[in-house]
């Protein structure tokens, strides 16, 4: 039962134990994915081709040149002409440089820019899922571990009742019924174990496919830092840096300028323009007796050209429309995620709290039920209890034990999901800079924005992540068992007191 201990310590306030070196911690779970899962580096991948966007749009308002060069065979001649050519040789070069092109370019650099600033939001939403996720899947691998060693011990008491039932039944003080009753109690616990052990295997390969590799001997988690002390101070928290809102108003923004790039369409551009020009007749050219034809000839011509659309059949005045609608449907959409962060983080809040009442009337339950099952053993050695009082005793202290360590389970996961709703959970609010440099979206941005050479190009990908299909598959057992005993620990009531604030930085 060394999983129920951590359970049960974990969630007291109590310092960490000290790791063996073959033992995994919440903090190198939490590094080991932020590293390695497939669905962050997927984000931060598509992160990379939304900074191309300030890109793209940056090159419509810079030169363009372009250079044609064309070759010609004259198959059939004008049978009237002396001088026509056989064969010409064509070589132009153009340039043109945008002046003004309605402000169409400006608002579309500052909408591409806020779509990147909200992209960077959404990869922050992307890590403190994640980080949720394996959260949650650390802790259903101990709360499972927990949960197999306390069937596995729910079975050994029964084993030992059934046996001393047998003794008692073969020198007649019990009845067959006693002892029937005492078999199926063993048969039904030995199939709750067959079904925690498979519940830990699950667990453990849910860990498997988030973290990358296979848990070993988990630690109890640090307590969480910076919990809140009412629901609103964690509301107010949530709409200053919950990454999905701070995204839906980013996009919100773009938006309006998309209007800007709409209406665009209607307005006057400016552009200058130079090209020059090489002819070659490659000696082909005919010329008038008497007289020499120059085969080659140069051009040069440069000058600003204004386009102004007249009518384009309402497409503007559509496109605007449209864009303004998708700017309304955008501002809407703050308001829907503003509401759904609210209510997440109330929720969120409450779970946390209740989380921490029932651990503390699930201890009650486990002292009394302990003391119960204690007195009925008791007073069946004296007759004045059933066999059947001993089952029933010894499942109500088995459901208490159940009942405990989920409780601490859920409060752990409430109280992280809490935090990834206010946007604190992210990997420099877990201190897992210490284990390596963390990702930043700015520096690829800052790699590309500039780069105007069409020529450059990134390296092939390749993905970056591990595959675990070398990983050997778990299975639903454990190391050992501890006496119950270990669940007799200092509970903290998280509903009338703030629980300690450690931080995850902390060894």
């Known amino acids: 039962m060394r999983a129920a201990l951590r359970l049960a310590t974990a969630f007291a306030g109590v310092g960490l134990l000290a790791s063996p070196a073959s033992a995994d911690t919440l903090k190198e779970a939490l590094t080991q994915a932020y590293f390695d899962n497939p669905t962050l580096e997927t984000a931060r991948a598509q992160q990379r081709a939304t900074d191309e966007n300030v890109v793209i749009q940056k090159s419509r308002g810079l030169p363009s040149v372009n250079t044609t060069t064309t070759y010609s065979e004259f198959l059939v001649e004008n049978s009237t002409s002396f001088i026509a050519p056989d064969r010409q040789l064509n070589v132009g070069v153009d340039l043109s440089v945008p002046l003004y092109q309605g402000g169409?370019?400006?608002?579309?650099?500052?909408?591409?820019?806020?779509?990147?600033?909200?992209?960077?939001?959404?990869?922050?939403?992307?890590?403190?899922?994640?980080?949720?996720?394996?959260?949650?899947?650390?802790?259903?691998?101990?709360?499972?571990?927990a949960l197999v060693s306390l069937s596995a011990n729910n079975v050994s008491v029964l084993a030992t009742n059934l046996e001393a039932t047998s003794d008692?039944?073969?020198?007649?003080?019990?009845?067959?019924?006693d002892v029937a009753q005492s078999e199926s109690r063993l048969a039904l616990a030995r199939?709750?174990?067959?079904?925690?052990?498979?519940?830990?295997?699950?667990?453990?390969?849910?860990?498997?496919?988030?973290?990358?590799?296979a848990p070993t001997d988990l630690q109890p988690p640090p307590p969480l830092p910076g919990l809140p002390n009412s629901p609103n101070m964690a509301v107010d928290v949530a709409l200053e840096n919950n990454p999905d809102l701070i995204a839906a108003k980013e996009r919100a923004v773009a938006a309006g300028y998309d209007i800007e790039v709409a209406g665009a369409g209607r307005l006057p551009t400016f552009s200058a323009f130079t090209n020059g020009g090489y002819q070659n007749f490659l000696g082909t050219l005919g010329a008038?007796?008497?007289?020499?034809?120059?085969?080659?000839?140069?051009?040069?011509?440069?000058?600003?050209?204004?386009?102004?659309?007249?009518?384009?059949?309402?497409?503007?005045a559509a496109q605007q429309r449209q864009a303004t609608a998708q700017a309304q449907a955008q501002l809407e959409q703050v308001i829907a995620v503003e509401r759904d962060v609210i209510a997440q983080v109330r929720a969120a809040y409450s779970s946390w709290r209740a989380a921490g009442a029932i651990i503390a009337?699930?201890?009650?339950?486990?002292?009394?039920?302990?003391l119960s099952l204690e007195g009925v053993r008791a007073e069946n050695t004296v007759g004045n209890r059933a066999v059947l009082d001993i089952l029933d005793a010894q499942q109500e202290l088995l459901r208490a034990q159940v009942q405990l360590v989920t409780a601490r389970r859920n409060a752990y996961v409430a109280g992280f999901s809490l935090l990834a709703a206010m946007g604190k959970a992210e990997a420099r609010?877990?201190?897992?800079?210490?284990?390596?440099?963390?990702?930043?979206?700015?520096?690829?941005?800052?790699?590309?924005r500039g780069i105007i050479w069409d020529w450059q190009r990134d390296p092939d990908p390749v993905a970056t992540s591990s595959r675990t299909v070398d990983i050997m598959a778990p299975d639903g057992e454990i190391e050992g068992n501890a006496p119950i005993e270990q669940f007799d620990t200092e509970i903290i009531d998280y509903a009338d007191t703030a629980p300690p604030e450690l931080d995850l930085q902390g060894d």
């Open 104 to 145: 169409a370019v400006k608002n579309g650099i500052l909408a591409a820019e806020n779509r990147v600033d909200a992209g960077r939001a959404d990869l922050r939403g992307t890590e403190s899922a994640i980080f949720t996720q394996v959260v949650a899947a650390y802790m259903n691998v101990i709360l499972n571990e």
């Open 429 to 448: 609010d877990l201190g897992l800079g210490d284990e390596g440099v963390l990702y930043d979206p700015i520096d690829n941005y800052d790699r590309v």
């Open 191 to 213: 199939g709750d174990l067959r079904t925690a052990q498979a519940n830990l295997l699950s667990a453990r390969e849910n860990y498997i496919a988030l973290v990358g590799e």
């Open 168 to 177: 008692r039944f073969e020198i007649g003080y019990l009845t067959r019924t």
């Open 288 to 316: 008038v007796p008497g007289a020499s034809a120059d085969q080659t000839a140069t051009s040069a011509t440069a000058g600003i050209r204004m386009t102004l659309p007249l009518f384009q059949g309402g497409r503007v």
């Open 361 to 370: 009337s699930s201890q009650a339950a486990v002292d009394a039920a302990a």
